[in-house]
C-alpha cells in the first residue's frame, strides 16, 4: 500500500518504503529494549532469589542472608563434564559467592537500566559461558542450550545500544567518561 505525496497526490513506492522502514526501525529499537529489560530481569531475579530463598529456585533456609553458598550446591551436585573438578574447587568458596553475587546484580542492574549495557553484555556472557561448561554436554542437546542463546543475544543487544530505548543509555552515553571510553557505552 503506498502513501500519498503533499505535492502530486500520488503514490511512491521510495515513500512507502522509508515510512515502512521507520516504522520497522521502531519496532526493531523496542524490541531490543524489551529483549534487555527481559534479560535484565532475569540476572537480576536470580540475586534476589539467591539472597532472600525466594523459594523458586532458592529455599529460604539456603538464602545468603540465612548463611547458604549461592555457588555450593550448584558446583558441588550439578556441575558435570569436562570442567566439573574445577567448579567443585570453587564451589562454597566465599570469593566465588561475592563474584556470583555481584556479577548478578551488576549485570541486572546495568540491563534494566540501561546503562553500561556492552560492559553487561560482556560480563553476562562470560557468567552465561561459565555455567555452560558447568554442565556440559547440556542435559536436552549435544551442545546448544538457553546460556548460549542469552549470551548471543547479549552480544547483540551490546551491537545496537539497546539501552537508548526504554532505559537511560543516552544519558549515559554524554557523561564525559563515556564519551572517552565508548566500551562504556
Do not use: C
Amino acid at each position: 500500500m503506498g502513501t500519498m505525496t503533499a505535492t502530486t497526490g500520488r503514490t511512491t513506492a521510495g515513500t512507502t518504503a522509508a515510512r515502512a522502514g521507520t516504522t520497522r526501525e521502531r519496532a526493531l529499537r523496542y524490541l531490543y529494549a524489551g529483549l534487555r529489560l527481559a534479560l535484565g530481569w532475569v540476572f537480576l531475579w536470580a540475586f534476589l532469589d539467591k539472597v532472600f530463598g525466594l523459594g523458586l529456585a532458592t529455599e529460604e533456609k539456603n538464602a545468603w542472608i540465612s548463611g547458604g553458598s549461592p555457588t555450593k550446591g550448584f558446583l558441588t551436585f550439578g556441575a558435570a563434564g569436562p570442567f566439573e573438578g574445577l567448579y567443585h574447587g570453587i564451589a562454597g568458596a566465599a570469593w566465588a559467592d561475592w563474584l556470583f553475587m555481584i556479577g548478578l546484580a551488576a549485570i541486572g542492574a546495568a540491563l534494566l537500566l540501561g546503562i553500561g549495557v556492552r560492559v553487561a553484555a560482556v560480563a553476562g556472557g562470560l557468567l552465561l559461558l561459565m555455567m555452560w561448561t558447568a554442565v556440559l554436554p547440556p542435559e536436552t542437546n549435544p551442545f546448544m542450550d538457553d546460556h548460549l542463546v542469552y549470551a548471543g543475544v547479549l552480544a547483540v543487544l551490546a551491537l545496537v545500544d539497546a539501552g537508548d530505548t526504554l532505559g537511560l543509555g543516552r544519558t549515559w552515553a554524554r557523561l564525559p567518561v563515556v564519551q572517552r571510553n565508548s566500551w562504556l557505552r
